[in-house]
């Protein structure tokens, strides 16, 4: 399919807050007035749908890329994984892994599976994973 005025792969885009220092964490476009723009997620649910390639300060440009399943990328991983894990956001409630991926948790609540870990991985690793949008997970106890 051709379609023109559109565009694949990375883009850049005004951050929403300061995004220094998150290469490889998850964004959410949103948007100031009609202006698009990307923030980290507020909550575990959030459609992050864009890995930071290139971060910068609040109202600066940023490139991003939307996650798609053609290709693996490596997010920041909040905990442990091993290949096979389904990845969702970590807990927004703690600022500091906003934008970070997690294993699926065993603890009841309500999840957003957004890739496949491809390796084992370690807290901090910009762990390889494959985009795989799963959708809603519901785990209950």
């Keep these: 399919m051709s379609q ?3 565009r694949s792969g990375t883009f850049r885009v ?6 220094s220092e998150k290469k490889g964490y998850l964004a959410v476009l949103t948007h100031d007035t009609g202006v ?5 997620p507020a909550t575990n649910g959030a459609y992050a749908l864009y ?3 290139d971060g ?3 109202a600066e440009y940023v490139d991003v890329e939307p996650l798609e399943a053609g290709r693996n990328v490596r997010a920041v991983l909040k905990g442990t994984c091993n290949p096979g894990d389904v990845l969702v956001l970590a807990d927004t409630g703690a600022a500091a892994d906003k934008g970070k991926v997690r294993a699926l948790p065993a603890a009841a609540g309500t999840y957003f599976g957004l890739a ?5 991985g370690a807290d901090g690793q910009l762990v390889l ?7 809603v997970i519901t785990v209950s106890e």
């Excluded at 005004?14 to 995004?19: I, K, Q």
């Excluded at 698009?36 to 980290?40: A, M």
């Excluded at 496949?116 to 084992?120: G, N, P, R, T, V």
């Design 116 to 120: 496949i870990a491809e390796e084992k």
């Design 36 to 40: 698009p723009e990307v923030i980290l």
């Design 51 to 53: 890995l930071v390639d």
């Design 56 to 58: 910068g300060a609040d």
């Design 4 to 6: 023109s005025d559109t």
């Design 14 to 19: 005004l951050a929403g807050e300061d995004l």
């Design 129 to 135: 994973c494959r985009p795989a949008m799963i959708g």
